[in-house]
């Protein structure tokens, strides 16, 4: 799909592809015209056809953020705590290409380059230009971070992947462009990050990490190496990704590392002394090669020469590698076949395309990882629960400020709460983008880092709000001061407890209505709401119940919340209304439609009775009938724990730790008791552990509001809490969790869709990631649940499923972060306490799609909720504008407005995107057009050119190399004349020399 629209064209209208999904399709506004040019330099060293070629990849692993801050990181501070500083190495490095024209170097996270960069003088960046235009220093990845897979959400990745690749664009134009995608590190992999790759133009993705048993299988089979289709929905080859797995992680062969942090024989090569190992060298390198090449396809083999913050004395590495390179090769002229050189990813890539062989297909994911029996990475998917939400409301937030930044246009940075500048809201998204690093939301980084993360997140959000207010004081006509309450969620707002009178005013950030209910602490009962029209609002005030008794503890002034909800007929709707007077002591003024009570029972999609567990007591069922088809139904919802293990156990030592997941038995622990309450019904299991069911009378789902913590520790053992659900559904071992947020993967117990599976952790080795949604169903039902934060979760007994909550451990799991996940804060120094949602849905597995797709984008991009205080000046009311909405009309149900943001004074980037995935809802499952000329009520659409998923490429340049699946299917679609701008161009180019 190649192609602009200009505005002289009568395309005014854009077909989505026929399949459903998530076609991500990105346009940017307005008459951009490129200029085509031609790869004109050989960067790839020569191979030899007949020999084995040895790429050797220099490389350094440079987290954003682990043990030390990203900024500890980036200067090379507290080396007391890891031997690490960024700016030397690239600062090295550079000096070390300079001295050889034949080294080679790659780098990959833009967020470390990107503030060296600004360092350097104008002759040091020429110089580095030169570099990346030579090919000797090559962006692989080139994300602002390199991405968790497991716990990001798809939204945020191609944020951060557009800020890096924007950045490599803008700097250094197409040679800055990177080929590859390059994942070593993350702990699994994830379709939907394949699915993206694809979709942002990279030919191919090598990482080091997939679950040992995968691996031996595909040693023997020679197929680390292989084509993944990573996406049901987009045809291929649109989601298809060449992937390869590297031979040792990321680190050097055995015995090769010769960086300052290790302390393998450097060469040495004076055959007078004594210590001359040439030979030992050159004999211990080439039993390496011809061991590697046995599980490779080709005749070109790959080594990661480097690894974590390796390189800061480069010369070091390159001194060793010149030698290597040149001993090894010398034995050609005694016959051997072995031919070693300086390369990269991308130039390795280009071998194995040259190869023309065909490849296995992959269509399901990497996860979950185990490095041994006992050891599976799936206690990462739950860690840090705190700030995997905080991560996911502030992707919220940032998506709200950037439509807004949009809206206001000019006066968005120079309203009346304060000027912002082009750093205002490139704060919020680079604290977004470094929280999306695979030690952040992945919680595996050490207590101050996670805290450097949150405090980043909290200020990018500080910055956006004088964006957001100025927007909404232009939009609304009221230059009221508008506060802002970041802790609803513990039911705290210092406005709206003390104030008498107050408005709400709500901006909805999706391209529908959707039903929102807002709770807000309140100092009493007597409340009148009323719309902009005076027209009063049902709303009803619940008494806080024991469930919040700990919460209450902490905050005395803590009141009970207010609850209604919010029906938003139009998107993108702001509304701000002034209150009206009426005679109450204590009211507040809502932007309402119309609204609805909130009560119980409810009606429209349920009607619900609660019981208590007939066999056990101890879990609260629900026998819902579905009023639209008089369907009954059981289900029974209950929150247990696991003690974790210890290691003291027989089978393995590994215990449980911020990565790893091992509970000491398969049984989980049904913790205390429960109770019923009229209203809502409160589950209150222990002080600790508590539940509030809630359903809501226009919604569709049934909201589990469950609050753990602090986690009780003194019988020294973790925990690790979960939520279970018990259905009638017959479910047969098969369960459904999301990719990303994205696509639904299907899973099932004791099994892996590419190798038998030796199953040997019956609890851990059966969890997925839950990023949004997960369920279970068979020919009648599906009981799903949408997530507010990425968890973990499996489906361990049929018709069950279990998500874990929170975790508290007393042992790191040694993988390297060197800390136990004992979360504590000032606030809570008896250990968090952390609170959140699952919404349940029970429907026909044919229209379930139809429900929880929604959902889910409704937890994602959640209403911002904005209050001034009193009652506006009633002599401003006429003024003032009681409703705004951006877009003219409402968006197909199919169609998501993905991104809207400012890309440069005249010109937006507009991201929608199809979310239904192919043959999931009959309904929404098709092609849908949209007119993008009357899409927004106040911008005027000059002209539209399509650009890749990334927005580092127009689309009409974008073309990827071209691989042949085992199957026999052949993919066509590169013709010769593009090739001219892609890897292969640039490389024939070469030969052609
Ligand atoms: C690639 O292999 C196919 C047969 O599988 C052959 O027809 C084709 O010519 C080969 N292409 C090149 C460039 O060698
Ligand atoms: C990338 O940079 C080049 C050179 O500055 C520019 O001409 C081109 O338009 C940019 N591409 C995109 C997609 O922004
Ligand atoms: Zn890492």
């Known amino acids: 799909m190649i192609g602009k629209i200009h505005k002289q064209m009568s395309h005014d209208s854009w077909l989505f592809s026929k399949m459903a999904t998530p076609e991500y399709t990105p346009f940017v506004f307005l008459l951009l015209l490129f200029q085509s040019s031609v790869w004109g330099v050989p960067s790839c060293h020569a191979t030899k056809p007949g020999m084995l070629n040895v790429h050797l990849v220099p490389h350094t692993h440079d987290d954003v953020g682990w043990l030390k801050t990203v900024d500890q990181y980036f200067y090379g501070d507290r080396n007391d705590i890891q031997h690490a500083g960024v700016q030397y190495i690239l600062d090295s490095v550079v000096d070390q290409l300079l001295k050889n024209p034949d080294r080679r170097f790659i780098y990959v996270e833009t967020a470390f380059f990107y503030r060296w960069w600004k360092q350097q003088t104008d002759d040091m960046q020429n110089t580095v230009k030169q570099l990346v235009n030579e090919g000797r220093l090559e962006f692989v990845n080139g994300g602002w971070c390199m991405s968790d897979e497991a716990t990001t959400h798809y939204s945020a990745v191609i944020d951060q992947m557009t800020m890096g690749l924007r950045f490599l664009n803008d700097t250094f134009g197409h040679c800055g462009r990177p080929r590859v995608a390059w994942h070593i590190d993350p702990f699994g992999h994830a379709r939907e990050h394949a699915s993206m790759f694809a979709q942002m133009g990279y030919d191919g993705f090598f990482f080091g990490r997939l679950d040992y048993q995968d691996r031996n299988r595909r040693m023997v089979a020679r197929e680390q190496e292989m084509l993944w289709r990573a996406s049901e929905s987009l045809t291929p080859p649109m989601a298809d990704l060449f992937t390869g797995i590297l031979p040792n992680g990321y680190n050097p062969p055995e015995g090769f590392c010769w960086d300052q942090s290790c302390d393998d024989p450097p060469i040495r090569d004076d055959p007078d002394l004594e210590d001359y190992n040439v030979d030992d060298v050159v004999t211990r390198f080439l039993h390496i090669a011809h061991g590697q090449a046995l599980v490779y396809k080709t005749n070109h083999i790959i080594m990661t020469m480097g690894s974590d913050f390796q390189y800061e004395n480069a010369n070091l590495w390159y001194k060793n590698l010149d030698k290597l390179i040149r001993y090894v090769n010398q034995m050609q002229s005694n016959g051997s076949e072995v031919n070693v050189l300086y390369s990269t990813p991308s130039c390795y890539l280009q071998e194995l395309h040259r190869a023309n062989l065909t490849w296995p297909l992959k269509g399901d994911d990497f996860f979950p990882y185990a490095d041994s029996a006992h050891d599976f990475w799936t206690g990462y998917f739950t860690s840090r629960p705190a700030l995997k939400r905080y991560e996911r409301i502030s992707n919220s937030y940032l998506q709200t400020c950037k439509q807004l930044e949009v809206l206001g246009g ?322 047969s071992g098969v369960f459904y969790t999301d990719s990303n947020g994205r696509e639904v993967l299907q899973r099932r117990k004791d099994y892996r869709p590419t190798w038998n599976l030796r199953q040997s952790e019956p609890i851990a080795g059966n969890y997925y990631p839950i990023n949004s949604r997960a369920y279970i169903k068979d020919d009648k039902d599906q009981l799903t649940v949408v997530t507010d934060r990425s968890q973990g979760g499996g489906s361990i007994q049929d018709g069950s499923l279990e998500i874990m909550l ?101 010109t937006v980037l507009l991201r929608l995107e199809h979310q239904y995935q192919a043959s999931e809802s009959k309904e929404h499952s098709q092609p849908v057009t949209v007119n993008l000329q009357k899409l927004f009520s106040t911008l005027d659409v000059l002209g539209v050119s399509e650009m890749n998923l990334s927005a580092n490429q127009w689309k009409d340049e974008m073309t990827r190399l071209d691989w042949k699946a085992e199957s026999g299917t052949h993919h066509t679609g590169v013709t010769n004349q593009l090739c001219l701008l892609s890897p292969l161009g640039r490389m024939k180019t070469a030969d052609l020399l």
């Open 410 to 731: 000019p006066i968005s940075r120079k309203g009346p709460f304060g000027a912002g500048d082009s750093e205002t809201l490139s704060k919020c998204l680079k604290a977004m983008a470094v929280a999306q690093h695979h030690d952040a939301v992945s919680g595996t980084e050490k207590q101050h880092v996670a805290n450097d993360y949150a405090r980043k997140l909290a200020n990018g959000w500080a910055h956006c709000q004088v964006l957001v207010s100025n927007t909404l004081s232009s939009l609304s006509g009221s230059s009221a001061p508008r506060v802002y309450c970041e802790h609803l969620n513990i039911s705290v707002c210092p406005l709206t407890e003390t104030s008498k009178k107050f408005s709400v005013n709500v901006y909805n950030p999706l391209a529908r209505p959707v039903s929102w209910p807002v709770r807000l602490p309140v100092n009493g009962t007597a409340y009148s709401i009323s719309d902009a029209k005076g027209k009063a609002v049902d709303s009803q005030v619940v008494l806080t119940s024991t469930g919040l008794y700990y919460l209450l503890s902490l905050y005395p002034s803590l009141s009970p919340p207010l609850h209604f909800s919010l029906p938003f007929p139009l998107s993108l709707s702001i509304s701000l209304y002034p209150s009206l007077s009426l005679s109450i002591s204590l009211y507040l003024s809502i932007s309402l439609y119309h609204s609805f009570l909130f009560s119980l029972p409810f009606h429209n999609y349920f009607s619900l009775s609660f019981s208590l567990h007939p066999s056990s007591l101890l879990s609260l069922c629900a026998s819902i009938v579905t009023l639209r088809d008089f369907l009954s139904y059981l289900f029974c919802v209950c929150l247990s724990r696991y003690n974790a293990s210890d290691g003291n156990n027989s089978e393995s030592i590994q215990m449980s730790g911020a990565y790893i997941f091992r509970p000491n038995t398969s049984t989980p622990f049904i913790i205390s008791k429960t109770n019923s309450v009229v209203q809502e019904v409160r589950q209150w299991f222990s002080p600790w552990v508590s539940q509030v069911v809630r359903l809501y009378t226009d919604s569709r789902a049934l909201e589990l509001e469950w609050t753990v913590g602090p986690v009780p520790i003194g019988d020294d053992l973790g925990k690790e809490v979960i939520s279970r659900l018990d259905s009638s559904i017959n479910s």
């Open 806 to 906: 929170h975790r508290r451990l007393l042992y790191d799991d040694v993988r390297g972060v060197g800390e136990p996940l004992n979360e504590t804060s000032d606030i809570y120094p008896e250990g968090l306490v952390v609170r959140g949602r699952h919404l349940l849905s029970l429907s026909p597995p044919a229209t379930a799609a139809d429900t929880h797709r929604p959902l889910a984008q409704e937890v994602v991009l959640q209403p911002l909720i904005t209050f001034t205080d009193g009652e506006l000046h009633p002599s401003t009311r006429l003024e003032v504008r009681e409703r705004f909405s951006g877009l003219q009309a409402v968006l197909p149900p199919a169609v998501h407005l993905l991104t809207v943001s400012q890309w440069d004074q005249d």
